[in-house]
């Protein structure tokens, strides 16, 4: 494991700190504003405007009169595609400075944040934009005397609260389908990553799309993003983060105004790797399955079950991918993991390594922190595990995989669904009817097979179990942007 700590890249002076509501970049009405950290240091990048109740309140105004009363749920589809284009277009010609900022905000890689995070948004808002001319009704085959018909129509004002492990990622795979639907929305991202958001909220504006149709207000979740699951004038709340905070979500929703709720939560997702598998092949795809973002991705292979014949060969290579690792800056091209996003994550994911430590698993390699300053975390991979330790079992959110040996499919696929969380899943083999049978049988909302974390803006992706409902990206997840009325006549 090395550490590397110099980068040539400049990060771009910060331009936009304000909230942006109904258009325009404002402060919060309380005028507090909060500290946005780098995690490579610890050290305060900007203060960024701190909204609170009364600020959501502001932007769930904007967004209601723009949904009852301006152009964007009343413009052709081929319209608001049209600016959605223009949007993607902006978001490419602004890559580097946009990947900056997620960067230097999240710890994460500024050269794939370059290559993936922030070309992934235009690609989402233009498969959305492609999609927003063709949300088709049905004719009714009804019984005799009556002729009907259903109309898909925006489901209103949406609340989308985001976490910050991908913070492009997540505001553009709930506002490009919203958006295409015809919806106006208020976006509460994560407090660790205000930054591209606000950036975004700008191109938007830039694109043509009206005021008031996409709303940002920065605060904390026990504030702002409460406001949004209890307000009465928003008619959806879509959220992506941890379960706890899923679940208060509901509550809040159904004690107000019963909005519906999508829910993207945790996951501690199984990857089998079977005695057939091509060794270096299946070693590359455990290990960017698990560290890929440092391990703070939702989906990441944090349990990974090796049938015995190939167990120790590959237990071998995963130690050499750790050590090979280089831990450092995250604009750094050398560089494969950066800091963890925050201190408060970094310090949950060493008390993680500890408890796994007590509970009598091994730690094969990693386990401790890097550098001085900031949040940085050797990949650490542990065994002798099972599916009763905590660190088998919770979400750890962070560079820590479990290591686990199986006998046989039935023996493994059982291993494989004993948790609450069921998000995502990966097979490793030739055979087909070995793939073809574990993937039935996983209860998880993605298996992948021979591949781990490939998205893509066609393919849904969501949780079975505590790992929530509804589905982002694809067709489907504009399906959750949309109401189905019913329009019967005699004839
Ligand atoms: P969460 O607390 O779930 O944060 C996600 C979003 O929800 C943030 O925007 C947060 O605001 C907001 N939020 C917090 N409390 C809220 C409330 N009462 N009502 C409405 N919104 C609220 O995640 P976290 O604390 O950042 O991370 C904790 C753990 O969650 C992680 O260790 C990880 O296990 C899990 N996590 C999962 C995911 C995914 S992709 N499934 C993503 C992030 C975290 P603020 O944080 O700005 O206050």
Same mark, same amino acid.
């Given at each position: 494991? &090395? ?10 002076? *910060? ?87 997620? @960067? ?43 002729? &009907? ?51 975004? @909220? ?6 043509? %799309? ?19 699951? /209890? ?14 905070? &899923? ?29 057939? /598998?091509?060794?270096?092949?299946? @070693?590359?795809? @455990? ?11 939702? $989906? ?35 560089? +494969? ?11 949950? %994911? ?40 905590? *660190? ?24 494989? +669904?004993?948790? !609450? ?5 990966? %097979? ?8 073809? !049978? $574990? ?7 993605? $298996?992948?097979? +021979? ?35 019913? $329009?019967?006549?005699?004839?």
């Amino acid at each position: 494991m &090395g550490s590397h700590c110099e980068s040539s890249v400049k990060i771009p002076p *910060i331009k936009f700190t304000k909230l942006f509501i109904n258009g325009n970049f404002v402060d919060s009405i309380s005028g507090k504003t909060f500290d946005t950290i780098d995690p490579r240091t610890g050290e305060v990048i900007t203060k960024v405007s701190l909204g609170d109740r009364e600020d959501v309140d502001l932007a769930v105004k904007a967004a209601r009169h723009a949904f009852d009363y301006g152009p964007w749920p009343r413009m052709s589809g081929s319209e608001r595609g049209r600016m959605m284009m223009k949007f993607a277009d902006l978001i490419e010609e602004n890559v580097e400075e946009i990947a900056a900022l997620d @960067a230097v905000n999240g710890g994460k890689l500024f050269t794939l944040c370059k290559a993936i995070d922030i070309p992934v948004a235009a690609r989402t808002l233009r498969y959305y934009a492609g999609a927003a001319d063709k949300i088709h009704g049905t004719v009714l085959k009804m019984s005799k005397g009556l002729q &009907g018909y259903t109309l898909r129509e925006p489901i209103g004002v949406v609340g989308s609260i985001i976490p910050w492990n991908f913070p492009t990622t997540m505001f553009f795979m709930k506002a490009a389908p919203a958006l295409a639907a015809g919806c106006t929305l208020v976006v509460k991202p994560a407090e660790q990553t205000p930054l591209s958001a606000l950036y975004y @909220a700008n191109l938007a504006k830039l694109a043509g %799309i009206p005021d008031g149709v996409l709303n940002v207000v920065n605060g904390s979740g026990e504030t702002a993003g409460a406001a949004i699951s /209890a307000h009465m004038d928003i008619d959806k709340v879509t959220f992506t983060g941890s379960t706890e905070v &899923g679940r208060k979500i509901m509550a809040a929703a159904a004690a107000s105004n019963l909005k519906p709720v999508s829910l993207e939560l945790g996951g501690k997702s199984p990857l089998l790797i079977f005695d057939d /598998a091509d060794i270096d092949q299946a @070693a590359d795809i @455990a290990f960017r399955g698990m560290f890929y973002n440092k391990g703070e991705i939702c $989906v990441a292979s944090s349990r990974v079950y090796v049938q015995e014949g190939i167990y120790e060969k590959l237990v071998k290579k995963l130690i050499e991918k750790a050590k090979a690792t280089v831990v450092g800056d995250p604009f750094d091209p050398q560089v +494969n993991q950066g800091p963890q996003t925050d201190k408060k994550q970094f310090e949950k %994911i060493l008390s993680y390594i500890e408890h796994g430590k007590r509970e009598g698993a091994t730690l094969l390699t990693g386990g401790k922190h890097v550098g001085q300053k900031g949040y940085y975390i050797e990949p650490t991979i542990f065994t002798d595990v099972n599916e009763d330790m905590i *660190i088998t079992k919770e979400e750890i959110f962070g560079p820590v995989m479990s290591l686990m040996k199986f006998k046989t499919m039935e023996e493994a696929i059982k291993r494989a +669904n004993n948790t !609450t969380y069921g998000l995502a899943s990966g %097979i490793i083999t030739k055979n087909l009817n070995v793939a073809n !049978t $574990v993937s039935r049988s996983i209860r998880a909302g993605v $298996v992948w097979i +021979n591949c781990y974390t490939a998205f893509d803006a066609d393919c849904p992706y969501g949780g079975y179990k505590m790992s929530g409902y509804g589905r982002d990206f694809g067709l489907e997840a504009l399906n959750q942007y949309l109401q189905i009325k019913s $329009v019967v006549t005699p004839i």
